[in-house]
């Protein structure tokens, strides 16, 4: 307990706070196996703000060499509003392709809580809830509110496909990874429900430079590779 007290300390009382600004990011795509991590394939991330609207955007895919093995692409995208310091999505929606097949595409009114699934049909869920982050968004928001909590969990209402729920993002502390060679030191976070790691970054506007999610029986994790403010 005393060492998290000290962790809060050293990011609420000596880190500079930092607002998110339009950024491009590149990651490098692994998969995790017993033979260690391999480079499949990369990840595009965008985010545009404008006044108080924001458009974020990723575009991932295996590169040439592995796609005659394992050909996935993945485009999610994520539009709304910025209010105090809240990133409230109007909008999300996710294609995501292997091979030549599409294996998911859903898109999300996330005002109204409308989810049009082309193999389910339309699922409302009703007005009733509080503030709601959706898959993309969800990182905008953790920047914003690891600078400004106290708490050690981050709680979100979380909304996909499968409906809505309440998640919970513990905050584990500060972790030295390397990034590009360059020795770093990061916030690392865990969600144990949606198996997602991510460690995040004061540079880079508290955004994730490692990215580690386990879908059914694989692992796979991003790894930042280039950021530019835009």
Same mark, same amino acid.
């Given at each position: 307990m005393k060492n998290f007290f000290?962790?809060? @300390?050293?990011?609420?009382? /000596?880190?500079? &706070?930092?607002? +998110?600004?339009?950024?491009? &990011?590149?990651y490098d795509l692994y998969?995790?196996? %017993?033979?260690?991590?391999?480079? *499949?394939?990369? &990840?595009?991330?965008?985010?545009? *703000?404008?006044?108080? *609207?924001?458009?974020?955007r990723i575009n991932a895919m295996t590169d040439k060499l592995w796609?005659? +093995?394992? $050909?996935?692409? +993945?485009?999610?995208?994520?539009? !709304?509003?910025?209010?105090?310091?809240?990133?409230?999505?109007?909008?999300?929606?996710?294609?995501?392709?292997?091979?030549?097949?599409?294996?998911?595409k859903y898109a999300i009114n996330t005002f109204? /809580?409308?989810?049009?699934?082309?193999l389910k049909g339309k699922l409302e869920l009703g007005t009733n809830s509080s503030f709601i982050v $959706?898959? /993309?968004?969800?990182?905008? %928001?953790?920047?914003?509110? +690891?600078?400004?909590?106290?708490?050690? *969990? /981050?709680?979100?209402? @979380?909304?996909?496909?499968?409906?809505?729920?309440?998640?919970e993002f513990t905050i584990i502390g500060l972790e030295n990874i390397e990034i590009n060679d360059i020795e770093i030191e990061t916030i690392r976070i865990e969600c144990s429900e949606l198996d997602l790691v991510i460690n995040v970054y004061k540079d880079y506007d508290f955004m994730p430079v490692?990215?580690?999610?386990?879908? !059914?029986?694989?692992n796979f994790s991003l790894i930042l590779n280039d950021f530019k403010h835009l």
């Open positions: 000290i962790f809060i @300390f050293l990011v609420f009382f /000596l880190l500079p &706070a930092h607002s +998110i600004s339009s950024f491009s &990011a590149k998969l995790n196996n %017993n033979l260690g991590a391999i480079k *499949v394939g990369r &990840a595009d991330y965008e985010l545009v *703000v404008t006044n108080n *609207v924001y458009f974020f796609s005659a +093995i394992y $050909d996935y692409s +993945i485009k999610e995208t994520s539009i !709304g509003l910025i209010e105090s310091n809240k990133f409230i999505g109007d909008y999300y929606e996710i294609i995501e392709n292997q091979g030549d097949t599409t294996s998911d109204e /809580l409308i989810i049009n699934d082309p $959706d898959p /993309l968004n969800l990182y905008l %928001n953790i920047s914003g509110d +690891i600078q400004k909590s106290g708490s050690k *969990v /981050l709680t979100y209402n @979380f909304i996909n496909k499968k409906g809505l729920s309440q998640k490692f990215i580690s999610k386990t879908n !059914g029986k694989s």
